[in-house]
Nanobody
Framework: QVQLVESGGGFVQAGGSLTLSCTAS????????MGWHRQPPGKQRELVAQ???????NYADSVKGRFTISRDNAKNTVYLQMNSLKPEDTAVYYC????????????????WGQGTQVTVSS
């Protein structure tokens, strides 16, 4: 019954900016790593950015220096600030979280958002 709900996608011209948000809700005991992945048309899903529970981050080389991932643990929310967008950033963006539902089910489970479209025009 855990859900990740994304928002913030849309259309933007090259060089513009967008900020994506993803909020987890439901039966949540704790959240470990969170991140963003994207799937361009006709291509495989790829990692964009990841942030740990201790705010350690890593980025794909293609977005490093342009995108910033952050999280608000009190809100169970992860953000992706995207600057200097390029047409090749066009994709469906999915948030991801490792969530423990409680002691009755030890360990982490992978949850995914519904996806939000980001389209960057030339």
């Amino acid at each position: 019954q855990v859900q990740l709900v994304e928002s913030g996608g849309g259309f933007v011209q090259a060089g513009g900016s967008l900020t994506l948000s993803c909020t987890a809700s439901g039966s949540i005991f704790s959240i470990n790593n969170m991140g963003w992945h994207r799937q361009p048309p006709g291509k495989q899903r790829e990692l964009v950015a990841q942030i740990t529970s201790g705010d350690n981050t890593n980025y794909a080389d293609s977005v490093k220096g342009r995108f910033t991932i952050s999280r608000d643990n009190a809100k169970n929310t992860v953000y992706l600030q995207m600057n200097s967008l390029k047409p090749e950033d066009t994709a469906v963006y999915y948030c991801h979280a490792e969530i423990s539902p409680g002691s009755y089910a030890p360990g982490w489970y992978d949850y995914w958002g519904q996806g939000t479209q980001v389209t960057v025009s030339s």
